[in-house]
């Protein structure tokens, strides 16, 4: 993972802007952007790469299942998430 706009062409199958990135971290081989919606609203996506290693997988699990209970508790108005991201 880089800093370069190219490495978050997928925003688009997501239907999702990129606007900046607001931390790299190396080590974890983490992302967090700032993006839009089509609607123009902003939000926060945190991205994980595949070759990251197990422990920052089972703390992004654990953070993404916290963030999944909180979304069916209806206090989140938009949410996806996956293995390698969080919005």
Wanted: charged share 30%; aromatic share 12%.
């Amino acid at each position: 993972m880089t800093k370069n706009f190219e490495d978050f062409l997928f925003l688009e199958k997501l239907n999702l802007k990129f606007v900046k990135v607001l931390q790299f971290n190396e080590r974890k081989k983490s992302h967090i952007l700032l993006v839009k919606n089509n609607n123009n609203e902003e939000a926060i996506l945190k991205i994980i790469s595949d070759d990251s290693d197990s422990k920052t997988k089972n703390s992004f699990k654990i953070e993404s299942d916290f963030y999944n209970n909180v979304s069916n508790n209806n206090l989140l108005s938009t949410f996806m998430k996956n293995e390698n991201y969080i919005l």
